[in-house]
């Protein structure tokens, strides 16, 4: 199993552009999230999912989009790219009940330019 | 509202000695807690959860609902416990939004 990969691992992106940051997983999750990590603050949510088909906001979600058509995929999209999303991403996946492990995706090292 | 607090930004011990990461947390119901770590160029992995009880790398992690705490114990640290440490809280018992303390970076030095 290739557990949660995304992809890219770095990016770089100038002010206003839009990217799509991907997230694949192959356990069959049916949950799966969406963080950033910046300098001091431990991670955040931004957005996460239940189900194909069901999303929902987290802490953070301004100027992010998410979409679950399927199991495996979660991208997550910055429509206008901004500096203050300059971050570390990470997206993780579930199984459903209490108590589980989350399993993490390596990262995404955005900069925002 | 949720919040989890770790109050150790940094954290740095001898090989050999004792260590605790404090966390606590403030949740109106039942809260399920856990410990990720993230070694240096390494993904962010579970270490503990609570409602398992067990002992993970010499690790253990016990939960006081009257103190609100859930700290990180380890009775001889090693050079190779060296790594970002994160007290979780699932709020509504899966794992699909948990709510992350800002992490204690311990160093265990030689």
């Known amino acids: 199993n290739a557990g949660v990969t995304q992809t890219p691992k770095f990016q770089v992106l100038k002010t206003g552009q839009s990217m799509t940051l991907q997230c694949a997983q192959d356990m069959n999750h049916e949950y799966m999230s969406w963080y950033r990590q910046d300098p001091g603050m431990g991670l955040r949510l931004i957005h996460y999912s239940v189900g194909a088909g069901i999303t929902d906001q987290g802490e953070v979600p301004n100027g992010y989009n998410v979409s679950r058509s399927t199991t495996e995929d979660f991208p997550l999209r910055l429509l206008s790219a901004a500096p203050s999303q300059t971050s570390v991403y990470f997206c993780?996946?579930?199984?459903?009940?209490?108590?589980?492990?989350?399993?993490f995706g390596q990262g995404t090292r955005l900069t925002v330019v | 509202a949720q919040r989890v607090t770790q109050p150790e930004k940094l954290l740095s011990v001898f090989k050999g000695a004792p260590v605790e990461l404090k966390c606590n947390y403030s949740y109106s119901g039942s809260p399920e807690l856990f410990w990720y770590v993230q070694y240096s160029r390494q993904r962010l992995q579970l270490l503990l959860r609570?409602?398992s009880r067990e002992s993970i790398k010499g690790f253990t992690a016990d939960l006081n609902k009257g103190e609100t705490s859930f700290h990180l114990k380890k009775p001889f640290a090693q050079e190779e416990d060296s790594a970002m440490y994160y007290c979780?809280?699932?709020?509504?018992?899966?794992?699909?939004?948990?709510?992350f303390g800002k992490g204690t970076k311990l160093t265990v030095n030689p």
């Open positions: 979780a809280l699932s709020p509504q018992g899966g794992s699909e939004k948990l709510v």
């Open positions: 609570h409602i």
């Open positions: 993780a996946s579930s199984y459903s009940g209490g108590g589980v492990e989350a399993f």
